[in-house]
């Protein structure tokens, strides 16, 4: 059965009313995939893969898809599994099915390896007689409205019985740090400057990231790409990121961290499956959210992030913004979901 059967011809027009509730659980599996692909990724690289056997579905990160220059560390590569992991499960959970999530058991011994070989992470099964998750279900229509908003917000404070609400949704190992305070928004606009100012002069950052620009991964139409990818091949437009990068942050009234106790794979998949419920529960309070991830993309300034933390043996994964705004009005564009299908895969892993 080809996989695009059950897929829309544009990934973000997905339905529940089209789940194919009579097929096969393997045929549900495949389409419950429809959901993991509308995940955020960074550089909208989408570096997962998927291999559908029975009830299960086998996660991959996709090294092919990695960003050494900008992501030296992995950290984005798996932040951005957990965010397509973590919308199976509210999909699953939306559609009463249960899902037990297994770690691949090699997936900590992949930090020393940096080979081309596709990276197990999770086996999800599926069993569609259980009930499903009672609290990630609800998360479930935000999955299509959720996007990475890059405009300036408008400033209106956040009511924090509505922080407080965000807070639940981080998971075992992993915690959510938000602040309005003023002095760590200043030392945050200067480690982003900073952190701008390095990434122009490295050739090769400026390279990774007019690839993908030119790619037109982030929706721009074809001709907007090109002058885009030229524009930072070749000029250092640090100063120009760093002013709108300030105005952004103005706009925003909240700034968060999210960090986790350890600095492994399985720690950053967690910490993408905590940012993706955050991100859905937040799209569905009204709020607009940016990732802002220059400031821990150079180790120095990652550890100064870690250092502003409240607990500072916490590790940080990922650093947004957060606030009230206009939503985009297009959406980025997605992989077809045979592109990140796998058939035959290697199925050795716990059901
Ligand atoms: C791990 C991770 C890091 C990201 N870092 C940034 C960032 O530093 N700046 C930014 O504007 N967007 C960032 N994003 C957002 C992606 O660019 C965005 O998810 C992708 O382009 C797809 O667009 P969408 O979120 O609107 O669907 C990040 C997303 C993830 C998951």
Redesign the pocket.
Known sequence: MPVSTFSPADPWTVSEYDFPVTEPVETQARFLLNWAVLA?????RQPWLFAVDGPRIHVFADPSRWLPIADPDRR?LF??VG?AIENVLVAAAHLDMKVTMNWAPDLSACASTTGDDRIRVATLRLDPGESGDRDRAPLFPAIAD???N?EAFDNRPIPSRVLSTLEEYTGDHTRLWLTDDESIRASVYKMMARANAMQFVDREWREELAECIGEG??GTPWLMSKIGQLAVTHLDLSGATTAKDRERMDSAPVLAALATDADTPKAQVQA?QA?ERIWLAATLRGLQL?????ILQIPTLKNEVRMLLPDPSMHPQ?TFRLGYGEPESS??PRRPLDEVMIEGADTNVPA
């Open positions: 955020p990724s960074s550089h909208n984005e932040v951005s965010c959720r996007h990475t890059h991964a982030f993408g940012l940016q990732p802002m991830n220059q990922i959406r980025s």
